[in-house]
């Protein structure tokens, strides 16, 4: 049996392999957030299958694989298995996204999301191991190949609860996190089910394939650049949307009475009929009567009730009094002089309306 090493490079390669898990999980936390808003959802959706499956997973599970070594043995990489297992890794997230973010999630859809996902994630880890070419005999321990499904199944499971229930900056770094511990813990528990063996006395012939640095140096670099500035443009637009939006403001609230109330009516004259236009126009108000101590010296005590002829205004000399003694009949006054007096009464002194209170009543 041969030794097996998977720290080559120390700290350095399982540090940076999180740090790219932990970088790919908060990028596709955000873009399943935006998703959930309803705004472009299958777009959020692929962008989230790449950040999680294409850096949160596999490149991750090839920075790993660049500490990984066998003594003694040769260690290359079969290209088109390589690349089969990242688009595996992508497509496997993005059904456990498109079936998991829905306007109404369930349970059932989580857990058969979250299967479907761990299951994927487990094919694309042991496809890339596949895709690894040695002179050496490799095989499997099968309680640790289980062990690492299952961890797979609910590391998935766990991103996915964290894509429909996790708001705000900081709950998604912290669920970004532990999804990037979940997915390191799943890939080094699958590398430590593996044993290396040589094969006879030696070691077999020259290994067909690309070199570790060769193939996986630009693939992860080229996606860590794309990942970053996405990530960066993904955080720049919410700082831009934050800024533009105006505040928000107390809305006036009125009373129900006030929306309901009906609107003034416009006023409309009335119509005007062919019999108002030929009407005489109404007769002028009278004008105050100028009443002077004589006129009420002349009255006397037993004429106690004023009558209509008392309250006509003074007329011009060329003008008779009109006397309206049929439909006031006054028996009781004297006729003529007190007629007399007042319409010969000249016009001065203050204007006075006479009352009832001024003409004393017969006893």
């Not at 059904?95 to 487990?122: K, R, S």
């Not at 005999?137 to 640790?144: A, N």
Request: hydrophobic share 50%; net charge neutral; aromatic share 6%.
């Amino acid at each position: 049996m041969l030794d097996i090493h998977h720290f080559t490079y120390g700290s350095l390669t399982p540090l940076l392999a999180y740090i790219m898990s932990f970088t790919g999980s908060l990028l596709g936390l955000q873009c399943a957030a935006r998703a959930r808003a309803g705004r472009s959802r299958a777009g959020w959706l692929v962008l989230a299958a790449f950040a999680i499956g294409g850096t949160g997973i596999w490149v991750m599970h090839f920075i790993a694989m660049l500490g990984f070594s066998i003594a003694g043995a040769e260690i290359r990489y079969d290209v088109p298995l390589t690349l089969l297992s990242a688009a595996t890794a992508i497509v496997v997230v993005g059904i456990g996204l498109f079936v998991v973010v829905t306007p109404q999630p369930t349970l059932v859809a989580l857990l058969a999301g979250g299967a479907v996902m761990g299951l994927g994630v487990a094919a694309m880890h042991y496809i890339g191991m596949f895709a690894m070419k040695s002179n050496a005999t490799i095989g499997y321990k099968l309680p640790m190949v289980a062990l690492s499904v299952a961890i797979a199944v609910v590391a998935a499971t766990v991103a996915l609860w964290f894509t429909l229930r996790v708001n705000g900056f900081l709950a998604t770094t912290g669920a970004a996190g532990i999804m990037g511990l979940a997915v390191c813990g799943m890939h080094y528990t699958g590398m430590a089910s593996m044993h290396a063996h040589a094969h006879g006395s030696g070691h077999g012939g020259p290994v067909a394939g690309t070199g570790a640095m060769q193939l996986l140096a630009p693939l992860i670099v080229g996606i860590s650049i794309v990942t970053m500035l996405l990530l960066i443009a993904v955080s720049l637009t919410a700082i831009e949307r934050d800024i533009e939006l105006p505040p928000l403001r107390a809305a006036t609230v009125r009373p129900a009475a006030e929306d309901l109330a009906p609107l003034p009516k416009p006023r409309v004259a009335p119509a005007r009929s062919a019999a108002d236009d030929l009407a005489p126009p109404p007769p002028p108000r009278p004008a105050a009567v100028h009443v002077t101590p004589e006129h009420l010296a002349a009255l006397s005590p037993s004429t106690a009730r004023p009558t209509a002829e008392d309250l006509v205004p003074s007329l011009p000399p060329h003008v008779a009094p009109v006397h309206h003694a049929a439909e006031h009949p006054a028996p009781d006054l004297e006729p003529g002089p007190q007629s007399a007096v007042i319409s010969a009464a000249p016009v001065t002194g203050t204007p006075y309306w006479p009352t009832t209170h001024d003409v004393p009543r017969r006893r």
